[in-house]
């Protein structure tokens, strides 16, 4: 059923709506007598409700065009749901193990149903935060980007694919405007938005407004159309338990450079690697699972590095015409621009994982890893680190060879 | 007047077509008895003719869905005549001196009706060819491409108006593909459609098929969507006087890399330079001419330079949402970052401008420069000369610090 005009649903229409609605009343076997309804939207867009039957389940997630926590004041493009649900549906083609089955879309009232993820997935951001080790995600997430960034890429696409799926992603500028905004701007000028922890931290968030040199280096990140990225891949997009590990909420989706999501998910783990300090009492010092922590960066990056190379050797005769195979068929020139390549998209990727992790100690928008640290003064030191790390990574990522020297610079700070 | 379906145009239907079309017969004082009409298309993809009547003038171009050389067996979308009215009219009203104004466009028909840049403009390249200075050239093309690429960026673009137009572009698929296989892909593997002057430069032109960091060097000179580009900006796309210079054919055009823009021209000029010596005869040696040529190439990005940067100075309180100003706003860092900008676009347009010169010698469309060398052996040398430095400057670009040195690398190769 696609509605005649958008209407924010609350539970009893959502019933109707459902009922209406076979692909989703049939994945709940058409029983409605003994539904339960549960609105867990935690974000700031949207409205989220879990809907579970005795004979299936599903999530409804509906885009309302304004930002929730501020009010109709705050205007967001609706037509968000609209993107979040192709990218879901090209990412759940490439890689159907770690992105949910949509059911359902209906692009007047701005709704998707979805594949509910059941208990015991919980966000990865909350499992960090406890201190919980999943011993495959590094194995899943390497996976996830390396299927979906390849695949949407010129590696593999021929040019007329690309510029029209990139054209089509242009239309979700909205929300790729609130990300320049909040990323790659408002951490590095006075802005109203901004918070950090004060008044520890008022010298280094100034610092980093008065740092024409790290200015350069963030302006230097520009959107290079590689691929179809998640666009918010942080710990908070990735729903695991220890054997599954689930991508969603790819509303930012757009045709941007690579290491965007690649640095999105590894700057996410290093903030949540210097948060642990503020999680250690007396039961747990916290330092096993920090060796965890550092051992997933590593090992995500050298899975993607092997994964992705191994897509691109297994298709190196397929349609994409970023590399033709008459002109780049020898083995030897082969490995030096996968080398080249696979190099530079570690720096970017390092790059912008240090852009987010900036943004999110002196930005708008921080991570619950260091607010759940109740002393400011320990979340303060925390987060210093972390700053520290994230300047040294965005000013000197071409300087790191491998991950490996970005693990000995983590380490380097805690001693 | 808007057809109801497309037809290719003769001079007598062309007659019919103008009387039913009021803003073109307006343009001869909608008098038809002394017409005259001229097909004069020496390009490949379009019919064109000149009207001239005794109280004005105007050029038709109509777009045919194959190529002209080759026949219906190779098709080519009309559509690129949508694009090339685009580019007109967007780069016409930025820099209304060089760019002919557009009269009509007809979409079904594929036809444009512009500005007959009466004589004495010439195709520069002809002009080149024959020796004659163009005081101004350097001047003019430098103020087009600062203001159209300046203009049509990120530098003063917002990200909406930029994103919507880099999708509307990504509609000139067929011709950005085009353009792709015969600069990018095609010099550098065995094909059909490649030609050299053989002999002599069968041992060059395999050397560029089986050099392995110059493959590396040009699949690097990625798009990067910063502008509206011209996107064919060649000696033969540009109309000159000794007063006046006028950038015709934008057909190519997309959002791209500006130095994609910049090295076209700059290319085409060395490759004029190189071919000098097969026009040298005994009334005259070209010497002083060369001279000439080798001063407009160095004024040309001189001026570029400092046009570019001064348009930037003069909007850096406008829309541009690349730099913005509560972050950018030290004149020190405002001169760190356009110093940077500029030095990467210097290297981008060597690299671009390199690739351009090397599809010329060893791919499937050659120069007239070259071409209107009779003596196959002198023509070869030239040729190779040309080739030589062309390679130098893929491979070594980022080694140029400032268009001296490249001058420097000409004259070092003629000695």
Not at 363 to 381: C, L, P, T
Request: glycine share 6%; hydrophobic share 40%.
């Amino acid at each position: 059923m696609a509605s005649a005009e958008f209407r924010p649903l609350d539970e009893k229409s959502l019933i109707e709506y459902i009922k209406a609605t076979p692909s989703l009343s049939s994945k709940i076997g058409n029983k409605f007598d003994d539904l339960t309804i549960k609105e867990v939207g935690d974000g700031n867009l949207n409205f989220v409700y879990i809907v579970i039957g005795s004979s299936g389940s599903f999530v409804i997630k509906q885009a309302i065009p304004y930002v929730r926590s501020v009010g109709e004041s705050l205007p967001m493009t609706k037509e968000r749901a609209y993107f979040e649900t192709l990218a879901l549906t090209e990412h759940g083609q490439l890689c159907p193990d770690h992105v949910p089955e949509v059911y359902h879309f209906d692009p007047k009232m701005y709704l998707i149903g979805m594949r509910y993820l059941e208990p015991p997935h919980i966000i990865l951001r909350k499992g960090l935060i406890a201190g919980v080790e999943y011993p495959l995600l590094a194995e899943h997430m390497s996976e996830y980007m390396a299927r979906t960034l390849f695949r949407t890429s010129l590696l593999y696409r021929t040019t007329s694919e690309h510029k029209r799926a990139v054209a089509e992603f242009c239309g979700n500028v909205e929300l790729c405007r609130l990300t320049e905004r909040v990323v790659f701007s408002d951490p590095y000028k006075v802005s109203e938005l901004n918070r950090w922890t004060s008044p520890y931290l008022d010298h280094d968030a100034e610092a980093v407004r008065e740092d024409n040199i790290l200015k350069l280096e963030v302006a230097e990140l520009k959107s290079k159309a590689q691929a179809l990225i998640h666009g918010d891949l942080h710990t908070g997009s990735v729903m695991v338990t220890p054997n599954s590990t689930q991508v969603i909420d790819p509303e930012f989706a757009f045709y941007g450079p690579m290491g965007y999501d690649i640095g999105a998910f590894l700057g996410n783990l290093i903030l949540a690697f210097f948060a642990q300090d503020g999680h250690a009492d007396e039961g747990n010092d916290r330092k096993a699972y920090k060796e965890w922590i550092l051992r997933t960066i590593e090992e995500t990056w050298t899975l993607f590095q092997k994964k992705f190379t191994a897509l691109w050797h297994q298709h190196k005769d397929g349609p994409g015409e970023a590399y033709l195979p008459e002109i780049y068929n020898k083995p030897e020139l082969q490995q030096l621009i996968q080398e080249k390549y696979v190099k530079d998209l570690f720096h970017d990727s390092l790059g912008f994982g240090a852009a987010k992790m900036i943004r999110r100690i002196v930005g708008v928008a921080h991570v619950e890893d260091f607010e759940s640290i109740k002393d400011a003064s320990k979340r303060a030191a925390c987060e210093r680190q972390a700053l520290e790390l994230a300047k040294t990574l965005l000013k000197e990522r071409r300087k790191f060879q491998a991950i490996s020297g970005v693990i000995s610079a983590i380490r380097k700070l805690q001693s």
